[in-house]
């Protein structure tokens, strides 16, 4: 070695670190990941242990509210073997229409007379369906009879609102109150009785399931705190997990309860519109754009709350200015956000699959419970956090530093100032509280002004 040492120059200088980061962002995504991801692990584990009580009282909503107790017209048509098809017909005009106990009672009259008419033509009707009706046996007489026993079953349901007539050769039942939309239509063709069903189903098992799924209207805190953790991360600032999560929930309780709602209330509304016109879809173009204008606008509401949570944890804004930059980073970050739900809908294809498969295969179910409990939940927030925090930092964070340098280390850049306040601080005499603090700080890894700490700024933390 000391033969090697007369070789080599000590004094000469190395290459040193470059000034220019020149990390790529997938890099600097995964490096992240890497450093992070026991992390991310855990801090899904807070996140699913914090959902069990809510998971709890939506299965309490569940035992205690039960989806529809049976009634005597749908338990008279099952007990006289009608097919599935028309049970399910008779079920969605009575989710619809909810008839009382009393109206119930009379369809089941009204179904009785109407079972006895079409026995009398053919029984295979009610056991094997439209193709089995013996047109033979028809009369015009049989046809009016049946068509006075329907129509009182129309009038038991809504004489008001639903009305029993004959368009092109169809006997539809229009809805009067919805420009005569037809809800179910009855034809003969080549010998055959056609029925087509257009009534809308669901209803009640929708806001049912509303119902049930409310407690998580009240989400807001949890995904606060989660989302703060998670923007820590992908800023590589220090984070302590649990006291975080819970600083971030703490602050945040009242606007992210009032966030959560919101989303929750207006997620039922846009889904509600997409089944009800997907359900009019063949009836008209109107009911056309009105499905492609439901489906644009819950994508746009998707869209916004990729951004909506991220800016309550960090900024200082109101819930209305909150809403309102989500809805331009919506539009202005378009490309990127479809690519955020075009790869979060794949995942959960996928985990649909392997949930399903899983049920043969109990290794991929194992797998499929483990990943979703370990870390996927809080994995997919990763990525979108690190997609949709460089927008919010270059649009709105950097322009208000620009705006206001007091606040950032470029505020003491100037030597002769470090140096004028630095030798005040020594040739001073007499102790003085004032004196014995430093007027810049050190906080969020920036060299601050004392005063920018006591005064309101853009930022929450």
Not at 50 to 74: D, H, K, Q, R
Not at 209 to 225: E, K, R, S
Request: hydrophobic fraction near 50%; charged fraction near 20%; proline fraction near 3%.
């Amino acid at each position: 070695m000391g033969i090697l040492n007369k070789f080599i120059d000590h004094n000469k200088f190395g290459p040193g670190v470059s000034k220019e980061n020149n990390e790529s962002k997938i890099g600097r995504f995964f490096r992240i990941l890497k450093s992070k991801f026991w992390k991310i692990c855990s801090l899904n584990l807070i996140l699913i242990a914090c959902l069990i009580p809510f998971i709890a009282l939506s299965v309490g909503i569940y035992n205690m509210t039960p989806l529809a107790e049976s009634n005597v017209a749908v338990e008279y048509l099952y007990s006289e073997g009608y097919t599935t098809d028309i049970i399910n017909i008779a079920d969605k005009y009575i989710d619809a229409f909810q008839p009382s106990e009393k109206k119930l009672i009379e369809l089941k009259a009204a179904f009785a007379k109407l079972t006895e008419k079409i026995k009398g033509i053919n029984p295979d009707f009610i056991s094997e369906g439209s193709s089995e009706f013996d047109l033979s046996k028809y009369s015009e007489k049989d046809g009016q009879e049946i068509l006075n026993l329907a129509t009182n079953i129309v009038d038991i349901f809504d004489g008001e609102r639903l009305k029993i007539k004959n368009i092109d050769g169809k006997w539809s039942v229009i809805d009067k109150k919805s420009n005569n939309y037809a809800l179910t239509s009855v034809s003969f063709d080549d010998g055959d009785i056609i029925i087509v069903d257009s009534m809308p189903g669901g209803y009640v098992d929708y806001f049912y399931w509303v119902l049930v799924l409310l407690p998580f209207a009240f989400i807001g805190p949890i995904m606060a705190g989660v989302i703060k953790v998670t923007r820590d991360f992908v800023r590589e600032e220090p984070v302590f997990l649990f006291s975080d999560f819970i600083d971030g929930a703490k602050k945040n309780f009242f606007p992210s309860i009032v966030i959560s709602a919101i989303q929750y209330f207006i997620s039922a509304i846009v889904l509600n519109a997409i089944l009800l016109y997907y359900s009019y879809l063949g009836n008209g173009f109107i009911y056309t754009f009105a499905f492609a204008a439901s489906l644009f606008l819950a994508f746009i509401f998707i869209a916004m709350n990729f951004y909506v949570m991220l800016m309550q944890v960090t900024l200082k804004l109101s819930l209305k200015k909150i809403f309102k930059n989500a809805f331009f980073f919506s539009i202005i970050c378009l490309f990127r956000n479809i690519l955020l739900l075009v790869a979060f809908i794949a995942v959960i294809l996928l985990y649909i699959v392997l949930f399903i498969v899983g049920q043969a295969y109990g290794l991929v179910l194992g797998f499929t419970m483990l990943s979703v409990l370990g870390f996927l939940i809080e994995l997919m927030i990763y990525v979108l956090i690190s997609a949709v925090y460089p927008p919010i930092k270059r649009i709105v964070i950097d322009p208000y530093y620009e705006a206001h340098k007091e606040e950032t280390s470029a505020a003491i850049t100037d030597k002769e100032v470090i140096a004028d306040k630095t030798s005040e601080l020594q040739t001073s005499s007499e102790p003085n509280s004032e004196a014995d603090e430093s007027e810049y700080v050190y906080h969020n890894g920036r060299m601050i002004h004392r005063s920018a700490l006591e005064n309101d700024t853009l930022f929450r933390d």
